[in-house]
């Protein structure tokens, strides 16, 4: 009812007050209240079937740290994917939608990746890294000095991914990949760089410390 019209008023401002409204009422360890649920999972179904743009909303609205969120954020980046591939032919990508395109996708298999882990879908949260390191190569092959940044976090996050569901041995080889860029990069950027790249230096490291202890 009311909620609906709202949304399809406001998406994005509505969206934020409900996300924020579930954190605070439906973790409540007392008089913790459903309706905030309830009403994500009616614009789920009411409104979020087939709008790319609706969805990208919901999604950014979403916070990964929330455990009672995760469910919905990986159903709707699954949506998300499945919708993108609906209006695209997924084996000519880079002709259909371009570098925008590549780029969009990207970043939905990086956060797919990251829903599936927290939801504790080893496997598939590996195989969406793995798209996401295969569309970064996309990217770099189309524009190296832009796109290698891009390649080198893929990288890195694959190898987390490959560590977590205990495939070592291609944690190791991602993670040797990702420093070779990662060795690239700073000579190219210097100290700049590595100030950016604070997270992906200690993923590397831990990595590779979990790569000496599994042999």
Not at 200 to 209: G, K, P, R, S
Request: charged letters at 20%; aromatic letters at 6%.
């Amino acid at each position: 009812g009311a909620i609906l019209r709202a949304v399809q008023d406001r998406p994005s401002q509505v969206m934020q007050f409900i996300v924020r409204t579930a954190q605070d009422f439906s973790l409540a360890e007392s008089g913790s209240r459903a309706e905030p649920l309830q009403w994500l999972d009616s614009i789920l179904e009411e409104q979020g079937a087939d709008d790319l743009q609706f969805l990208e909303a919901i999604s950014s609205a979403l916070p990964s740290s929330s455990a009672v969120l995760r469910p919905y954020a990986l159903s709707i980046m699954q949506r998300i994917l499945d919708l993108t591939f609906k209006l695209i032919d997924p084996e000519n990508v880079k002709a259909v939608v371009g570098l925008e395109g590549l780029c969009f996708l990207e970043f939905i298999y990086h956060r797919l990746s990251i829903a599936q882990s927290e939801m504790g879908g080893r496997g598939a949260a590996v195989a969406s890294a793995r798209s996401a390191v295969n569309l970064s190569r996309g990217l770099v092959d189309h524009d190296r000095g832009t796109f290698l940044n891009t390649l080198l976090g893929a990288l890195s996050s694959l190898g987390s991914m490959q560590r977590e569901a205990g495939k070592f041995e291609a944690a190791w080889k991602s993670a040797q990949e990702a420093s070779k860029i990662f060795l690239e990069l700073l000579e190219r950027d210097g100290e700049g760089f590595l100030l950016d790249a604070a997270p992906i230096v200690d993923n590397l490291a831990a990595l590779h410390d979990a790569a000496g202890q599994s042999q």
